[in-house]
T-cell receptor, first 109, second 117 residues
Framework: KNEVEQSPQNLTAQEGEFITINCSYSVGISALHWLQQHPGGGIVSLFMLSSGKKKHGRLIATINIQEKHSSLHITASHPRDSAVYICAVSSYATDKLIFGTGTRLQVFP | DAGVIQSPRHEVTEMGQEVTLRCKPISGHNSLFWYRQTMMRGLELLIYFNNNVPIDDSGMPEDRFSAKMPNASFSTLKIQPSEPRDSAVYFC???????????????FGDGTRLSIL
């Protein structure tokens, strides 16, 4: 069993829809990261959080430490949101990231 | 601000050849990471440095892989001899580590797409 599990693996949506991507982990963490990777492109860090909720534009990330679960929400989705979204966790005492397998999102106009 | 700079962007070479990937971290960052991304295995950490010292190289696949960080502004990942199964995208990332628990976001380079024929 992977230490970081994401769901769904693939997701398609119509422009304007509300999107949720889930991440569960089984190890003790100091922080959870959400990353975005466009096709053929580099990796961008969207959020790093250790508790509660963070918001940036149309993106919202939440984490429940007790349940070892995080969600990434996209409101009013747009075709430019099409990308792979990767959840990663960093352990106590190191910056070492453990990655989920990613969620491939396609938003159609 | 200049981000993490990797070179080359693309590399195509024949098996058995030596390959050297280069990374310049963001100025002031003290942690540097090398990752490999493949379709089969996703993103994997190969090695990371803190203050130029290798801290964890448990992800390095085998002795054919080596990494160095001679100073705070430069790191190399070398594969010798290269094999077709080394074909992947290799990312370098850097971050600023302050204290024991204060993790900061990692900033990724654009990656090097390596193809070994």
């Amino acid at each position: 069993k992977n230490e970081v599990e994401q769901s769904p693996q693939n997701l398609t949506a119509q422009e304007g829809e509300f999107i949720t991507i889930n991440c569960s982990y089984s190890v003790g963490i100091s922080a959870l990261h959400w990353l975005q990777q466009h096709p053929g492109g580099g990796i961008v860090s969207l959020f790093m959080l250790s508790s509660g909720k963070k918001k940036h534009g149309r993106l919202i990330a939440t984490i429940n430490i007790q349940e070892k679960h995080s969600s990434l929400h996209i409101t009013a989705s747009h075709p430019r949101d099409s990308a792979v979204y990767i959840c990663a966790v960093s352990s106590y005492a190191t910056d070492k990231l453990i990655f989920g397998t990613g969620t491939r999102l396609q938003v159609f106009p | 601000d200049a981000g993490v700079i990797q070179s080359p962007r693309h590399e195509v070479t024949e098996m058995g050849q030596e390959v050297t990937l280069r990374c310049k971290p963001i100025s002031g960052h003290n942690s540097l990471f090398w990752y490999r991304q493949t379709m089969m295995r996703g993103l994997e950490l190969l090695i990371y440095f803190n203050n130029n010292v290798p801290i964890d190289d448990s992800g390095m696949p085998e002795d054919r892989f080596s990494a160095k960080m001679p100073n705070a502004s430069f790191s190399t990942l070398k594969i010798q001899p290269s094999e077709p199964r080394d074909s992947a995208v290799y990312f370098c990332a850097s971050s600023l580590r302050v204290g024991q628990e204060d993790n900061q976001p990692q900033h990724f380079g654009d990656g090097t797409r390596l193809s070994i024929l």
